[in-house]
């Protein structure tokens, strides 16, 4: 189902120094570029043409949506292995794309004239902990067929990572850029193959590989597996039925992000200027909040709203994640800046999921009865 309230990144405008239009980059750093062989956007004057893997999760229609305003419809091609919906046909291009089908991907980058690639494909934390081997399948085999057709087709590579790919050694408040990570999770440990097969294929073949380390992303759509996602979860059962019951303890505080901010970040990370870049893997976040403090804020909406606390193995991931997250990197190199908090956050969410979710099944029961 297509929610509503991206309508504010519709209207972002392409920068001046987008890394397609050649005129923006100095010719000095021109030279660099090809000493250093990184890959620019092969076509001037003209925008990417993208394929996103894996667009059927939390962020890939709403990523393509965003992309499609900037890019025009035609060029961002949403891609999965799931049957689509009817409203993803109509929003534009959907195509089969299976990750670990290698010679499958190249044809669709051959044929389609793809520039760059986004990847989405992924098991996330709670989901990887029950099928393992699927998980390494998915998150480390698939991560190398996508990189290594990137560096086959000179393609810009987007893969995100995770408050997941750090572990219990590492600092939790704040979790800066580089630090230890050690993570207990089949994610974690995939997300950090993927930190760092990317940035070495960045300096053993100029691959324009870029990574954001993303907190928990709310938004309207159900939850996917994640250990963030209560944050997500209470909404659907708070204006449905005024109670809850949390998997988490109600003082556990992990980083969190509005899908908004989330894109924004995506499209920005993207656009920015390779020389402006000091690393390919930058921390982005928004808030630290614990389920209690979410709880209260969503009472104003919901006064009745009864919560219970039943911590289970998700606890014992979330123990090991970063409290809060140090993104001052990504605020310095290009300029990342935020825009909700956790009392907009509260506020969206709850129009969001009344307008897109709620509101719609009563119309279709009242449309059944009729």
Known sequence: MFRKCLTSLALVKPSQTQPYAAAAV???????????KVHQFPVANRPPKILITGGLGQLGIECAKLLRSQYGNSNVILSDIIKPSQAVLENG??????????????????????????????LLSAVGEQNVPLAVRVNIEGVHNVIE????????????????????????????????????????????????????????????????????????DPPGGGTTDYAVAVFHEALRHGKYTCYLRPDTRLPMMYIEDCL??????????????????????????????????????????????????????????PQVFDDSDARRDWN??????????????????????INVENEEQQTLKI
Not at 269 to 297: G, H, I, W
Request: aromatic share 14%.
């Open 26 to 36: 100095p010719s000095v750093f021109n030279q660099l570029l090809l000493q250093r």
């Open 93 to 122: 291009p959907y195509i089969f794309a299976d990750i670990l089908d290698f010679k499958g991907l190249q044809k669709i980058v051959v044929d389609h004239r793809i520039d760059w690639l986004i990847h989405f494909s992924a």
């Open 149 to 220: 057709l990137a560096k086959q087709y000179k393609l810009r590579i987007f893969v995100p990572s995770t408050i997941g790919a750090f572990g219990p050694d590492s600092p939790r408040n704040p979790t800066p850029n580089i630090t230890i990570q050690r993570p207990r999770t089949i994610y974690g440990v995939s997300k950090v193959h993927a930190e760092l097969i990317g940035e070495y294929y960045y300096h053993k073949f100029g691959l324009d590989f870029r990574c954001l380390r993303f907190p928990g992303v709310i938004s309207s």
């Open 264 to 321: 924004r970040a995506l499209l920005e990370f993207m656009r920015a200027p390779n020389e402006q870049l000091k690393r390919r893997v930058y921390n982005v976040t928004a808030m630290s909040f614990t389920p209690e403090e979410l709880f209260d804020k969503l009472s104003k909406h919901v006064p009745n709203l009864h919560v219970t606390y039943k911590p289970d193995s998700r606890q014992l991931i979330a123990d090991d994640w």
């Open 336 to 357: 990342w800046q935020h825009k909700y908090d956790l009392g907009n956050l509260v506020d969206f969410m709850v129009k969001d999921v009344r307008d897109n979710y």
